[in-house]
């Protein structure tokens, strides 16, 4: 089994439906993050969370929440979907403790269309 | 603004020959800098990392430099296999910005028979 899942890997919807996409881990890290991706650009980071009671805005927040149910589940919604969020989005774990590099190890990715 | 820049945008090679991938950063203080390798259609995979004070670090077929004072990077691939047809991201992460890596656009190679 994946270290980092993803769920839905496939998703279409429509213009204005409220979406969620959620983040499974099972590598026991604390930083959890939240990357879009278009084509022939780099991961840009949505939102990011070091703990549960942590949520930090990341460049691109605007029409995006997140929810972190626990330290192993982080959730992405987009309350209203509108057709510029389509894309591939990508959950990311780290261990940042003073022995490592804050290596990210990602999941398998979310492909969202919206119509 | 901390920034990632790589080159070239696209690089096409036969297989088994060499070649290198470029990576110039502006991201201060300077933490590590990484190299992913992301196949289509999945996440990106790290291939190495790299500190302040390391200047080479290989993975197999891999091998990635580093040149702190310059802020520039190479990943270079020795005897392509067609299997390293993928994009290469390099990200560079600052000391004082924790848990927050810059990205570059990434370099989609291919690698033709």
């Known amino acids: 089994d994946a270290d980092v899942t993803q769920t839905p890997r496939n998703r279409i919807t429509k213009t204005g439906k409220r979406i969620m996409l959620e983040c499974s881990q099972t590598?026991?890290?604390?930083?959890m993050y939240w990357y879009r991706q278009d084509p022939g650009l780099g991961l840009r980071l949505i939102y990011y969370?070091?703990?549960?009671?942590?949520?930090n805005k990341g460049e691109i927040s605007d029409g995006y929440s997140v929810s972190r149910q626990a330290q192993a589940k982080f959730s992405l919604s987009l309350e209203s979907a509108i057709p510029n969020q389509t894309a591939l989005y990508f959950c990311?774990?780290?261990?940042?403790?003073?022995?490592?590099?804050?290596?990210?190890?990602f999941g398998e990715g979310s492909r969202l269309t919206v119509l | 603004k901390n920034q990632v820049e790589q080159s070239p945008q696209s690089l096409i090679i036969l297989e088994g020959k060499n070649c290198t991938l470029q990576?110039?950063?502006?991201?201060?203080?300077?933490?590590?800098l990484r190299w992913y390798k992301q196949d289509t259609g999945r996440g990106p995979v790290s291939l190495t990392i790299?500190?302040?004070?390391?200047n080479t670090k290989s993975n197999g077929r891999y091998t990635a430099t580093l040149d702190a004072d310059t802020k520039q990077s190479s990943l270079h691939i020795t005897a392509s296999q067609l299997s390293d047809s993928a994009s290469y991201i390099c990200v560079v992460s600052a000391r004082t910005n924790a848990g927050k890596s810059t990205f570059g656009d990434g370099t989609t190679l291919t690698v033709k028979p």
């Open positions: 969370s070091f703990d549960v009671k942590d949520i």
């Open positions: 990576c110039n950063y502006t991201v201060s203080p300077f933490s590590n």
């Open positions: 590598k026991g890290h604390d930083r």
């Open positions: 990311a774990t780290s261990d940042q403790s003073a022995t490592n590099t804050g290596e990210l190890f």
């Open positions: 790299m500190t302040f004070s390391e």
